[in-house]
């Protein structure tokens, strides 16, 4: 007798039934590795899940993810992933239908880091606009760590090669494990209300477990609302907390975060030198400038001197009557040429100059001269000069040029 034969469909189906009434296997949880993540254009993730010796295929779907998955998947990251076993009947394979995937362990920390960091950033908490600056010579620096152990040590003995002048104030505070967080908080407040000049909070390097108190919310609030600035040095220098963001200036490690606080003396003696030597370069080239600028003005009063410029104006007249008297002695020659040229001329022209050798002036009685004898009549009384004196005559003939005629 023949067995009963079945096909393909028929025992994928039965082997799905199979699994479906398996109630372990309807709500299960598995913890494994992420490997061959893939995100489906259709919003569904397709993963494996493997151990040291075993793997798993992986679905979730894209209406499961909404609340089942709060953080990015990748390849090997450990979690813990919820859903049920089934089987695909289209190629007879089963895999685990994922409704909640999960960070296992540190991982949900991670997240939990992640998601502050993101919420107080969009709040602004982390704006360096609103970081304050570190005063470069504090006078007193409040320390919220441990009382004992490596940080307070790295930065008191920091501390105190730099500058021993600074004072130190410790509020011993919980760095770890329950209610460290709210020690934090109460030693940045209880610092900030007495007035120090820069706050240090911090601890040693550890799991980001141990550093969890300085990824609390209250702490970097606490930051963010002091007054007075805050380094924050926690950890090593590949641990960043949340506080290491709120705070004004992140410090790689407590040792740094001194360094950064505490100015070193041997500096600011050395400072002080060279600015004393700066000071006094500058004062003597000050001094100079206003030598030689007092030295132009002494020049320039001196030019302006009334006594100066009296005693030039004394020389420019006493030049200036010299060449008046040579031009006038000048003018006085020529015009005495001049003179002389004038005379001779006048003699020239002169009617008693021609009075000589025989030659008179005539003049009726009235005065006019007697320039014809038709002017005159017998009887008339007229005045004669000559070279030598003046004749009156009277006229007894008359005797015209056409009785002289041929």
């Known amino acids: 007798m023949r067995n009963k034969v079945f096909s393909v469909t028929q025992i994928n189906s039965y082997i799905k039934r199979m699994f479906q009434s398996d109630y372990a296997l309807r709500k299960i949880s598995i913890k494994g590795q992420v490997s061959n993540c893939k995100y489906h254009s259709s919003g569904h993730i397709y993963f494996s899940l493997k151990d040291e010796e075993g793997q798993m295929s992986c679905v979730m779907f894209a209406n499961a993810r909404q609340k089942g998955l709060m953080f990015e998947m990748e390849d090997g990251q450990e979690v813990i992933v919820s859903g049920n076993i089934s089987v695909y009947e289209r190629n007879g394979s089963y895999q685990l239908y994922a409704d909640e995937i999960r960070l296992d362990g540190i991982g949900e920390l991670y997240i939990a880091y992640e998601q502050l960091k993101q919420k ?30 490596a940080a307070i040590h790295d930065i008191v003995s920091t501390a105190k090669r730099r500058n021993p002048f600074v004072q130190l104030i410790l509020y011993p505070a919980k760095v770890q494990g329950d209610g460290a967080a709210q020690t934090i908080v109460r030693g940045i407040q209880m610092l900030d209300a007495y007035g120090v000049d820069i706050i ?22 606490a930051i963010d609302a002091a007054q007075t600035p805050v380094i924050s040095g926690t950890g090593h220098e590949i641990d960043t907390t949340i506080a290491d963001y709120a705070a004004d200036v992140r410090a790689a490690t407590p040792t740094a975060a001194s360094e950064l606080a505490v100015p070193d003396i041997k500096e600011i003696i050395e400072g002080i030198e060279n600015r004393s030597y700066t000071l006094h370069v500058l004062l003597r080239q000050i001094l100079k400038r206003y030598q030689l600028r007092l030295q132009r003005y002494q020049l320039r009063i001196h030019q302006k001197d009334p006594k100066m410029d009296l005693q030039e104006k004394k020389m420019r007249l006493s030049d200036t009557q010299k060449q008046l008297s040579e ?29 000589i050798n025989g030659f008179g002036y005539l003049e009726e009685s009235h005065g006019r001269p007697l320039t014809s004898v038709e002017k005159v009549k017998k009887g008339d009384k007229i005045s004669i000069t000559i070279s030598d004196g003046v004749m009156d005559a009277v006229i007894q003939n008359l005797r015209t040029k056409r009785n002289f005629e041929p």
Request: no cysteine; glycine share 12%.
């Open 120 to 149: 107080l950033y969009e709040e602004g908490l982390f704006d360096h606009e609103k970081k304050k600056g570190i005063p470069k010579n504090p006078k007193k620096i409040g320390i919220v760590t441990a009382r004992t152990g």
């Open 327 to 355: 031009r006038m002695k000048r003018l006085m020659m020529t015009y005495h040429h001049q003179l002389e040229l004038y005379v001779e001329k006048l003699d020239g022209l002169s009617p008693t100059a021609k009075l």
């Open 200 to 221: 240090i909070i911090g601890r040693g390097g550890g799991s980001i477990e141990d550093l969890w108190a300085f990824n609390e919310e209250i702490v970097a609030r």
